[in-house]
């Protein structure tokens, strides 16, 4: 089955930047979505169009197909308490998940106070021209309820309530 709108793809992957890895899929879960529901980067969405289970692919993509450009000025101070992370103790460099009402954001931290971040909002890959190793895992047509969720189900069902 080649990948087209509504199909539910899974792959994996490997990013990098000049040649140097920044982030792979490879040893942990496969990377899933739905085609054509804007879950995607659209370039890598264009470049798996057409393509079945078992292929492999490497995207290219300037940042005006990926994150966009860094803004220079794109700080904004944040408190604490809703930087969202793994960690019990922030510090200038790390990035951490923030809640907004255009959804979820990834940050990055530039100065630390005693209550408030002071964060860089540009996206951390924002303005690098990013290759994508891909593994085409699996394709099929995805569920009424996936297609209506917006995401791909795991086994078992999706997890949350709407």
């Given amino acids: 089955m080649q990948i087209s709108k509504n199909s ?3 792959f994996h992957y490997t990013l990098s ?3 140097e890895q920044l982030e792979s899929s490879k040893n942990s879960e496969p990377l899933s979505y739905i085609h054509g529901a804007e879950g995607m980067l659209p370039g890598l969405e264009s470049a798996l169009e057409g393509k079945s289970a078992g292929d492999n692919l490497t995207v290219t993509l300037a940042p005006s197909e990926s994150y966009g450009e860094r803004v220079d000025d794109l700080i904004q101070r944040i408190p604490l308490k809703h930087l969202q992370g793994d960690t019990k103790v922030w510090k200038p460099g790390m990035t951490a998940m923030v809640h907004s009402n255009q959804g979820q954001h990834q ?7 005693r209550f408030n971040a002071d964060c860089d909002l540009n996206h951390p890959f924002a303005g690098k021209t990013l290759t994508f190793d891909i593994d085409v895992l ?3 047509e995805a569920t009424s309820e996936e297609l209506a969720h917006g995401h791909v189900h795991s086994e078992g069902g999706c997890g949350h309530n709407h």
Wanted: glycine share 18%.
């Fill in 8 to 10: 539910a793809v899974e």
């Fill in 138 to 140: 699996t394709v099929r």
């Fill in 107 to 113: 940050v990055t931290l530039v100065k630390v106070g």
């Fill in 17 to 19: 930047e000049g040649g």
